[in-house]
């Protein structure tokens, strides 16, 4: 019985102090090949990568990152502005591949997104975005609406924060809302700015760094 309890006592001394490691990259070109390892902070359970496509006018941006979460949902969504995919795993430095690119391919399913001008604007989803979202935030004055479509997994794994005051899902095609909300220059300045914090925002729940 006392060996198998000094047996018990070694495995908790080697395994305790255990951090997940993951890798960490944040590709403004559209590739991460400039990947370094990272471990973790204790509150971080998961690996995560991400892909992200924005279209502002004729210009693409395509942004990939690699980082620990919190918690993440390995699904997609698409913001109108942007869309994103995420992978994420469990186990150290499971995330060495990049998240796919956004699909793009209708589903049947149609959300309203907003753009400078009003949020009645209408959205096909791709993939596995079965909900539509409507988000809140304030990266300014006044205060930014987002709308789209996302994954079930991703609204799931949601909560507001200091700077997202709420957060909705809901299932059913166009039922997100379309209020006349008129953005200002500004406004949607404000959110060409914050749009990709947004996204990480809902994707992983919180990165951690």
């Known amino acids: 019985m006392d060996l ?10 080697f395994t ?13 070109k559209g590739s991460c090949a400039d990947q370094k390892v990272k471990t973790c902070p204790r509150e971080s359970s998961r690996c995560l990568s991400t892909t992200s ?15 620990c979460a919190a918690v993440c949902a390995s699904e997609s969504m698409n ?13 150290d430095r499971c995330n060495t591949q990049d998240a796919p690119d956004p699909k793009t391919d209708s ?21 596995s975005e079965d909900h539509c979202i409507t988000a809140t ?10 709308k789209g479509c996302a994954s079930k997994s991703i609204c799931d794994t949601m909560k507001p924060n200091t700077y997202v005051q709420s957060i909705t899902c809901c299932v059913g095609n166009l039922c997100n809302g379309a209020e006349t ?3 200002s220059a500004n406004s949607f300045k404000s959110v060409t700015q914050s749009i990709w914090f947004l996204c990480c925002f809902v994707l992983s729940f919180i990165v951690l760094h």
Do not use: W
Not at 4 to 13: E, K, T, Y
């Open 107 to 127: 589903n049947g399913k149609t959300c309203y997104y907003c753009d400078e001008k009003s949020c009645s604007n209408t959205l096909r989803c791709s993939g």
């Open 181 to 183: 909300v008129t953005q």
């Open 137 to 146: 935030g304030s990266f300014g004055d006044p205060s930014v609406v987002v």
């Open 16 to 28: 305790a102090g255990h951090s997940l490691s993951c890798y960490e990259c944040m590709g403004l």
């Open 53 to 67: 496509v924005t279209q502002t006018g004729d210009a693409t941006v395509k942004i990939k990152v690699q980082d």
């Open 79 to 91: 913001l109108g502005i942007i869309k994103t995919s995420s992978v994420c795993c469990n186990t």
């Open 4 to 13: 198998q309890i000094s047996f018990f006592l070694l495995f908790i001394v």
